[in-house]
């Protein structure tokens, strides 16, 4: 890839300390393929555990807030009133890639080193925080940790199934040492009011900045979402070769009546300008009855709506329930909802946006500007009223996959923008 210059205002030195980072990180949590580092498990902990160690050695205050989530400083702004949050998550996909939220940690964590080394003090107090439980893939709830601080986690995501051993999300955070009384309370865990910003560093999960040929962008919002883990259609088994068509109640072909009906909304919104995106993940009938030869009784599949405009989501969830409804009466099959799952749409704040374009204008970086497709913490803290800002990394191959191809010289880019923007007396 081709960089912008100046590609990084960091060190050689420093780059060999990032690079070395993510492997270690990357080896000591690594599957069959890729990484797999489960929310709120021992495997989360022991990598916040490695990332205490190394802050530790660069001389960087360490705590730890009511969730468990790891806080990094310069012992002088330890104790600091108000403050700048910088970092982003450290769970995983399963078999997912080794960059997605550890990234933003890191850029965080080499600022404070960088800051500490150089004498330097921020324009405005920084912490970095280790998040814990940002991906839905473990028990179906997104942005747990986020959520968890601002008092957001409600009895059907606290009663979410661990997709391993079944057991309820509540039970997992206890087992790492959060007192749930204040979490199932719906107590906030702190004091909002404290944070100056919050700004998050992602590599993009997306193309447009390999297509584009960009190594750096500035987020403007974040997609929201709404979600079911597991949406069932319920038919009637029978045998494959004996029911004839006028007979038959087949929950298979039911269910791709309605993906055929959402799929053309989808293409009708798009087509009119509007934003939207739909995905069904996990769709599947029962392993233990399905055979070739069999009619299935039942099938399930998960269902995740995202737009940047909260009209769209309300409009499809309608146009969800209005289609059920259509394919229910013509093909004499039942749906059954599960519980949903929401997150509103988020915009980034307009300050921090101008401080993080301004940051990357001084260093030589086209100033690109760009929406998050894909959900982050970030949304959860700008929907509760903190200023928020993102800043995303170039990444090939997506994301959620252990083909992930951030290159470290697009991180140190990254962080470059990160450093410059926390050091702008202006942005303060």
């Known amino acids: 890839m081709n960089n912008i210059v100046p590609s ?9 300390m990032v690079a070395g980072l993510f492997a270690e990180i990357g080896a000591q949590t690594a599957d069959t393929e890729g990484v797999s580092r489960p929310a709120y498990s021992g495997i989360e902990t022991a990598t916040i ?5 190394f802050a530790r050695k660069h001389g960087l205050e360490v705590e730890f807030d009511a969730a468990c989530n790891a806080l990094f400083s310069l012992p002088e702004d330890t104790a600091a009133e108000k403050f700048v949050l910088v970092g982003s998550h450290a769970d995983s996909v399963p078999n997912g890639g080794n960059f997605d939220g550890l990234a933003g940690i890191l850029a965080g964590l080499i600022c404070l080193v960088r800051a500490k080394n150089e004498g330097r003090h921020f324009a405005r107090p920084v912490k970095v925080i280790a998040l814990r439980g940002e991906e839905s893939a473990w028990y179906g709830p997104c942005y747990i940790g986020s959520k968890a601080l601002f008092g957001l986690l409600g009895t059907t995501e ?11 999300l509540a039970e997992h955070m206890a087992d790492i040492g959060i007192d749930m009384a204040p979490v199932k309370a719906g107590e906030k865990l702190f004091d909002p009011s404290r944070l100056l910003a919050y700004v998050e560093l992602h590599i993009e999960q997306g193309p447009l900045l390999v297509n584009k040929d960009l190594p750096v962008a500035n987020v403007s919002g974040i997609r929201g979402n709404f979600r079911h883990k597991a949406i069932t259609c319920i038919g009637e088994p029978g045998h494959s070769g004996a029911v004839p068509r006028a007979y038959r109640r087949d929950p298979v072909l039911a269910t791709a009546d309605l993906f055929t009906r959402l799929d053309d909304d989808w293409d009708t919104i798009l087509q009119k300008g509007d934003d939207l995106v739909l995905t069904s993940g996990v769709v599947g009938t029962d392993p233990q009855k399905h055979a070739i030869a069999r009619i299935p009784d039942s099938i399930s599949f998960s269902l995740d709506v995202r737009s940047q405009d909260a009209t769209t989501l309300d409009a499809m969830r309608d146009l969800l329930r209005a289609h059920m409804r259509i394919v229910e009466r013509n093909r004499k099959i039942r749906f059954e909802l599960d519980d949903e799952l929401s997150v509103a749409p988020a915009l980034c704040d307009g300050d921090v946006v101008a401080g993080i374009s301004s940051a990357m204008r001084r260093l030589g970086f086209e100033d690109y500007v760009m929406p998050s497709g894909a959900g982050h913490d970030a949304a959860v803290f700008a929907n509760n009223g903190v200023p928020t800002g993102m800043i995303f990394i170039r990444n090939r191959n997506g994301s959620h996959n252990p083909r992930e191809a951030m290159e470290i010289d697009d991180f140190m880019a990254a962080s470059s923008v990160l450093y410059e923007y926390l050091t702008d007396a202006e942005a303060a």
């Not at 990084?8 to 060999?16: E, G, H, I, L, Y």
């Open 158 to 168: 606290l009663s979410a199934r661990h997709k391993g051993d079944d057991r309820p």
């Open 49 to 53: 555990d490695y990332l205490v160690e």
């Open 8 to 16: 990084s205002t960091f060190s050689q030195q420093d780059r060999d």
